[in-house]
C-alpha cells in the first residue's frame, strides 16, 4: 500500500484532494438549496446598490431596440410572489427532467430485454481494444445530434463498456461524458444547436451588416476536425490520467441500486445464447431501420410532417428537432422489443410495461433533485444577475481595445468562467453574440470566427461545474458502481479534461485563425 502510495503522481494527490474536499460538501439537493438562499442574499444586496446594465437586441423586423435590465431582488414583493407561485411552473419547464422521463421509457426497455449488454459485446468484439476508448468518446460527441440523449443513453454504456473488458467502469463514465458534454457544440453533422447558434448570430450580423448571413455550415470544417482531435485528446486522458487515477476497481464497491440488480445491467451477463442473440439482433436492425425509414417517409418532399411549416426547414425551428427525443424513445422502444422477442427475453406487452416501471421506480431521488434545481435556475434566472454580469464582462472586453487574437482568447475566458454560472449555451451567446459580432466585423473579421470561438468555450466547463442540469444525474451513474461517489468524485475524474481541452483546443482555435483556414462552407 505504501508503495503504491508513493508511485502517485502530483496530479493524482490533487485529484484525492479534490474528490475528498468535494465528496465533503452536502447532499446535491442541499447545496442548491443554500444556493437559492445566496442568490437571494445576492439579489437584495446588488437590486439595493442600482445593478443594471443595458442590452441591445434586434426585434423579428431586425431593428435594434435598447432595453434595461437591473438585477431584481427575490425579497421584493414581486419576488416574493414568484417564489410562492412559480414552483411548479419552474419544475415543468425543467427540460431535463422530461427528457430523461421520455427517455427512459424506450431505453429502459432497450436495456432490461439485454439489447443494450448486446450492443456493449458487439462493440467491444468490432472494435480493437486500443481504440475503443476513442470510439466511446466521439459517440458521445456525436449524440449530440439527438440533443441531450447522449446524457441518457452513451453514458451509461461507456461504464458497461468499459467493465466488458475489465476497466474501471467510473472511466467509462468520464470518457462518455467528456465526449457527451465537454464538446457539445462541434459535431460531423447539424445539431439542433446548430441551428439555435446560427440564428442569433444572423440577429447579431443584422446590427451592422443588413443582409449578410451565415449557413448552418459556416463553422463545419473547423467542427469536423474539433471533434475527431478532441476526441483522440480525450481518449488519451482518460487513458493517461483517468484510469491510472482509479485504479483497479473492486465490485464490492457497488451501490445498491447496482447491487440488487435495479442499476445498469452487468457487464458480465453472457446473454440468452449466441443464436437466440444473433437473431434478437436481426429483428432489432429490421426495427431500426422500420423507424428510420418511417421518418424519411414523414420527412421527405415539400409540407413533409417533420419540416418546419413555414420555411420548409428539416434544422431550424422544425417538429423533427423539436420532437427528436420522442423519436429517440420510439427508436430504443421498438428495437428493445424486437430484440427481445427475437432472443426470447420479452414474451409480452405486460413484460414491456413492467420494464418501463422498474425504469421508473428507481428515478425518485433523482426527480427531487430536479425538482430543487429547477427552482434554482428559475430564481436565479428572475434576478438577472448572470446577463448583468455576462454584459459586463463583455463591456470590459470591448473598451480594453485589445487586438484580434488577444480579443479571442479575452472572449473565451470569459466564456469560460461564466459557463460555470450559466451553462445553458443559448442564453449565453443571446447575450454576448449582439456585442461581440458586430466588433469582429468591424474588425475586419469574419463573424464566423466568433461563432467557432464561442463553440470552444462553451463546452470544457460543462463537465467540472454542478450547475449543468445533468451534473447530478452523472453523480447517480457513479453511485450505482461506486456507493461513495460524490461531486467530489465527478469533479475529480473530470477535471484534467477541462485542464487539457480548454488550452488544446484554444491552441486549435488560434492557429485556424492565423493561418486564415475557412471555417466552414
Known amino acids: 500500500m505504501a508503495e503504491a502510495a508513493a508511485k502517485r503522481g502530483g496530479m493524482d494527490r490533487m485529484l484525492d484532494v479534490i474528490e475528498k474536499v468535494g ?34 437586441t434586434t426585434d423579428a423586423e431586425g431593428t435594434l431596440t435598447s432595453q434595461i435590465v437591473k438585477v431584481n431582488s427575490l425579497l421584493s414583493t414581486e419576488g416574493l410572489r414568484f417564489m410562492l407561485t412559480s414552483w411548479v411552473d419552474n419544475f415543468m419547464g425543467f ?27 458487439k462493440i467491444v468484439a468490432v472494435t480493437p481494444g486500443r481504440l475503443i476508448t476513442f470510439v ?10 439527438a440533443a441531450d440523449a447522449g446524457y441518457v443513453v452513451l453514458i451509461p454504456l461507456g461504464a458497461l463498456a468499459f467493465m466488458s473488458l475489465g476497466r474501471h467502469p467510473l472511466a467509462g463514465i468520464a470518457a462518455a461524458f467528456a465526449g457527451v458534454s465537454a464538446m457539445f457544440g462541434v459535431n460531423l453533422l447539424i445539431t439542433p444547436l446548430d441551428g439555435a447558434l446560427t440564428e442569433i448570430t444572423n440577429d447579431a450580423i443584422a446590427l451592422v451588416s443588413p443582409g449578410t448571413s451565415l449557413d448552418l455550415t459556416a ?6 476536425v474539433s471533434l475527431v482531435l478532441m476526441s483522440a485528446l480525450c481518449a488519451w486522458i482518460t487513458e493517461k490520467f483517468v484510469e491510472p487515477h482509479l485504479g483497479k ?14 442499476g445498469p445491467a452487468d457487464a458480465d451477463d453472457k446473454g440468452p445464447g449466441a443464436e437466440a442473440e444473433a437473431r434478437g439482433l436481426r429483428w432489432a436492425g429490421w426495427a431500426l431501420l422500420a423507424v428510420l425509414a418511417a421518418v424519411v417517409a414523414l420527412s421527405w418532399g415539400e409540407g413533409a410532417v417533420f419540416r418546419n411549416p413555414e420555411t420548409g426547414s428539416l434544422i431550424s425551428d422544425s417538429p423533427l428537432m423539436k420532437g427528436l427525443i420522442v423519436l429517440v424513445a420510439i427508436i430504443f422502444l421498438a428495437v428493445g422489443a424486437a430484440y427481445g422477442a427475437g432472443a426470447g427475453t420479452l414474451k409480452s406487452t405486460s413484460e414491456a410495461i413492467g420494464m418501463i416501471d422498474k425504469a421508473f421506480r428507481n428515478m425518485g431521488p433523482l426527480i427531487f433533485l430536479f425538482l430543487v434545481i429547477a427552482q434554482f435556475l428559475a430564481f436565479f434566472g428572475f434576478t438577472n444577475i448572470a446577463t448583468v454580469l455576462a454584459v459586463n464582462m463583455a463591456d470590459m472586453l470591448v473598451a480594453a481595445n ?27 451567446w443571446a447575450i454576448f453574440a449582439p456585442i461581440f459580432i458586430p466588433l469582429f466585423i468591424q474588425l475586419g473579421s469574419d463573424p464566423a470566427t466568433v461563432l467557432a470561438a464561442y463553440r470552444v468555450a462553451d463546452s470544457p466547463m460543462n463537465v467540472v461545474t454542478p450547475l449543468m442540469g445533468y451534473f447530478p444525474l452523472i453523480v447517480i451513474f457513479c453511485q450505482q458502481y461506486q456507493k461513495d461517489a460524490g461531486v467530489g468524485t465527478v469533479i475529480a475524474i473530470m477535471l484534467p479534461y477541462t485542464m487539457w481541452l480548454v488550452p488544446v483546443w484554444t491552441a486549435l482555435l488560434i492557429g485556424w485563425y492565423s493561418l486564415k483556414l475557412p471555417w466552414g462552407f
Open 219 to 224: 463553422t463545419m470544417w473547423f467542427s469536423i
Open 95 to 121: 427540460s431535463a427532467t422530461g427528457m430523461i422521463l421520455v427517455a427512459m421509457i424506450g431505453v429502459g426497455v432497450a436495456e432490461q430485454t439485454g439489447l443494450v449488454a448486446a450492443l456493449i459485446r
Open 249 to 262: 476497481y473492486d465490485p464490492a464497491e457497488a451501490g445498491p441500486l447496482a447491487s440488487e440488480g435495479a
Open 23 to 56: 465528496n465533503k460538501v452536502p447532499h446535491p439537493a442541499v447545496i442548491f438549496l443554500v444556493m437559492i438562499g445566496v442568490v437571494i442574499v445576492a439579489s437584495v444586496i446588488l437590486s439595493a446598490l442600482g445593478s443594471y446594465v443595458t442590452l441591445e
Open 402 to 428: 485589445l487586438g484580434s487574437v488577444t480579443l479571442i482568447l479575452g472572449f473565451v475566458a470569459a466564456i469560460l468562467v461564466l459557463d460555470i454560472l450559466m451553462p445553458g449555451s443559448i442564453p449565453k
Open 136 to 145: 466511446i468518446v466521439l459517440l458521445g460527441g456525436l449524440s449530440s445530434i
